[in-house]
Nanobody, 134 residues
């Protein structure tokens, strides 16, 4: 599995970005998929912050810190995961990662630690940088 994120960049506060994630060799539509982020200077060993997750049936959840601003979606025909980020704030500055669990049988409801826990995910992309200036 070689997930690859794209769409990061530098924007001013209040701006928008849309991140994408895909892998031509991996049928991500069968999996719970999620977005995580890691802020610069984060303490080593600290788990990445869960931003949003979406089940194969389209059910989704987002972290309270981004609720009302970020939307996760998936395009099954394009085999692509998206994260629409609006009203960006400087505290959203981070490297953003998409992730998938080991098994397609996992669902958000069956994840013991919850769908926004990094420990539930096995496959990760290399990340894309998002920088928000004030």
């Amino acid at each position: 599995v070689h997930l690859v994120e794209s769409g990061g960049g530098s924007v001013q506060a209040g701006g928008s970005l849309r991140l994408s994630c895909g892998d031509p060799g991996f049928r991500l539509t069968n999996y719970v998929m999620a977005w995580f982020r890691q802020a610069p200077g984060q303490a080593p060993g600290k788990a990445r912050e869960g931003v949003a997750a979406i089940d194969s049936d389209g059910t989704s959840t987002v972290a309270d810190s981004v609720k009302g601003r970020f939307t996760i979606s998936r395009d099954n025909a394009q085999n692509t995961l998206y994260l629409q980020m609006n009203d960006l704030k400087p505290e959203d500055t981070a490297t953003y990662y998409c992730a998938a669990p080991l098994s397609p049988t996992a669902t958000m409801a069956t994840m013991y630690l919850g769908p926004l826990s990094a420990y539930e995910y096995t496959h990760w992309g290399p990340g894309t940088q998002v920088t928000v200036s004030s």
